[in-house]
């Protein structure tokens, strides 16, 4: 059974960059599915970020595409979102997720606030 | 851009049963699958329904999920409400090379 476990800095600081890092076990990142980050404001409701396939091909949120980047680290069994340019409106809890065209199996998210 | 639709709340009494809409704003809704999720509080979301109407193992059937083709709009249908239901709810599906979630639906069972 996947396990999903997300890591990283809790508190980063207005116009920097948001690094989080998700680490799979159980199942191998280069065999197949998508891997996806989600975020969800505190009170607000699920949004999407984007997704990298286990070839490499990305898909971003158009919303938030100028400022996202997903990568595969496949020798560490894990996937990184990086988002620029920080503000206050980021701050949320950061879900990362395993995916295909039906279900997501969830990570159990970590907030991260946006502060100086 | 591809969106989902949901109420914003609904609320009904135990026992009975409700029905949650989440409507397609373009093309089809049956093209894709369309997934509902459960989230409590503090927790993580968990799956519901999959794949339009599957249920995992462990979900309860009470629990069924639907396509309207002809309204463009895919329901969860929760029978025989219990107070643990309350939670909020999120549909999913995909379309134009974007995942998308609904804006979710607060259900109040009082």
């Known amino acids: 059974q996947v396990q999903l476990q997300e890591s990283g800095p809790g508190l980063v600081k207005p116009s920097e960059t948001l690094s989080l890092t998700c680490t799979v076990s159980?199942?191998?990142?280069?065999?197949?599915?998508?891997w996806g980050w989600i975020r969800q404001p505190p009170g607000k409701g699920l949004e999407w970020i984007g997704s990298i396939y286990h070839y490499g091909n990305t898909y971003y949120n158009p919303s938030l595409k100028s400022r996202v980047t997903i990568s595969l680290h496949t020798s560490k069994n894990q996937f990184s979102l990086n988002l620029s340019s920080v503000t206050a409106a980021d701050t949320a809890v950061y879900y990362c997720?395993?995916?295909?065209?039906?279900?997501?199996?969830w990570g159990q998210g970590t907030l991260v606030t946006v502060s100086s | 851009n591809f969106m989902l639709t949901q109420p914003h709340s609904v609320s009904e009494s135990p026992g009975k049963t409700v029905i949650i809409s989440c409507t397609g704003s373009s093309g089809r809704i049956a093209s894709n699958y369309v997934q509902w999720y459960q989230q409590r509080p503090g927790s993580a979301p968990t799956t519901v329904i999959y794949?339009?109407?599957?249920?995992p193992s462990g979900v309860p059937d009470r629990f069924s999920g639907s396509i309207d083709s002809s309204s463009n709009s895919a329901s969860l249908t929760i029978s025989g409400l219990k107070t643990e239901d309350e939670a909020d709810y999120y549909c999913q599906s995909y379309g134009s090379s974007n995942w998308v979630f609904g804006g979710g639906t607060k259900l109040t069972v009082l």
């Open positions: 794949e339009n109407n599957q249920r």
């Open positions: 159980g199942y191998s990142i280069s065999i197949n599915y998508y």
């Open positions: 997720a395993r995916h295909d065209f039906g279900d997501f199996d």
